[in-house]
């Protein structure tokens, strides 16, 4: 089974909403969240396209971060699922143990942390997060490899338990007279 799990988008700061009275499954994606995320996801569409199902969490970030990947790459309705078990706090044996009784080749899921952290701890074991998952991130898991694609500055893709190495930068040296 190929799996796909993307951390939802950049929702309201859970502080602030808190503050304002909106509970935590209520939290909306903000504006810069929609934009950053629509554009990194944008050079993944291809990786989205056909899965068997596209899940989510019930809660409003999740759904509204799957609505931007149904208008990315246009799947029918009738493949959209919400996963009640999904959400932050929940056990990831829930949906292993659902997952092992589906015939599903590709799966996508929108998800939060830590459920995604605990998730990859009981799915692929031997792979082991060597950074944080950043919101819009993606966790690919096809023929035995993980990998984890986060959304930064420069597309950062890396085999899980693999250090990344830092760039080094080769600076122009001017000779003053």
Known sequence: MELIIIRHA???????????????EERALTKKGIIKFSLHIKKYSKLL???????????????????????LIGFNSDKRV???YIKPEDNPKQLVSWMATQKFKKVV??????????????FDPKAMLSEKIKKGGILHIANGQTKLINPVKSKLEHVLGVKKTPIKSKKKTTKTK
Do not use: C, W
Not at 11 to 24: C, E, H, M, S
């Open 82 to 84: 919400q996963f009640k």
């Open 109 to 122: 899921i929108i998800s939060h942390e830590p459920f995604m952290s605990n998730f990859i701890k009981i």
């Open 49 to 71: 396209r056909d899965a068997d199902v596209y899940m989510s969490s019930p809660l409003l970030r999740s759904v509204q971060t799957l609505d931007l990947v149904a208008k």
């Open 10 to 24: 950049k929702a309201q700061d859970a502080l602030k909403a808190v503050i304002k009275g909106i509970p935590d």
